[in-house]
């Protein structure tokens, strides 16, 4: 499975929350080192620089994650937020977040690790208790467990993406319908 972090989601704690992927299956962790994890960061653009992460840094980062994960399935579903997951995300949202600095060159955010998470889970409550609320969806394929923004016309959008997801499944349904044709 490829490594590259994906940002599909239409929300940065969505797209957080979806680095566990194939959750009811394969299930293939993303943040398989602190490295990963700060790359994310950095490729998210939610920071220009980062001090490097160590273990326990990763340990959090997939705490809040799953944390997330949890609250944005209980909201979807129209259930009680779960406890523990709204303590773990308001814990870390109470941190120092990350904080932008003017410089010659303009905007520029370091961070470290803490407030990289710090900034994600505020994200989270941002996200958790706004306007997009009825617009998250789970991605329709059901080897996915992407929690997505539809901003479509009508809210029709079915994948988290067309390339992660949507084109695998319609070229599948084109082979059956195909296969289906012959054989009838």
């Not at 962790?29 to 490729?43: D, G, I, Q």
């Amino acid at each position: 499975m490829n490594l590259d972090h994906v940002f599909v989601c239409g929300h940065p704690a969505l797209d957080f929350a979806a680095t566990l992927r194939a959750r009811r299956s394969t299930r293939f962790e993303m943040f398989v080192t602190p490295e990963r994890l700060n790359a994310w960061y950095l490729e998210s653009g939610l920071v220009d620089t980062i001090t490097p992460g160590d273990e326990i840094d990763l340990r959090a980062a997939t705490t809040l994650r799953e944390a997330i994960y949890r609250l944005v399935t209980d909201r979807r579903l129209g259930e009680e937020f779960d406890a523990a997951a709204l303590d773990t995300v308001n814990t870390a949202a109470r941190k120092t977040p990350v904080t932008p600095q003017l410089t010659k060159a303009g905007r520029h955010t370091e961070a470290t690790p803490e407030q990289a998470l710090a900034t994600v889970a505020r994200q989270a409550v941002e996200l958790l208790s706004g306007p997009d609320v009825p617009l998250m969806k789970e991605c329709s394929n059901p080897e996915c467990t992407r929690v997505y923004i539809d901003r479509s016309r009508g809210m029709r959008r079915e994948w988290c993406g067309m390339e992660s997801c949507g084109n695998k499944i319609k070229a599948a349904a084109y082979r059956a319908r195909k296969k289906a044709a012959t054989t009838a």
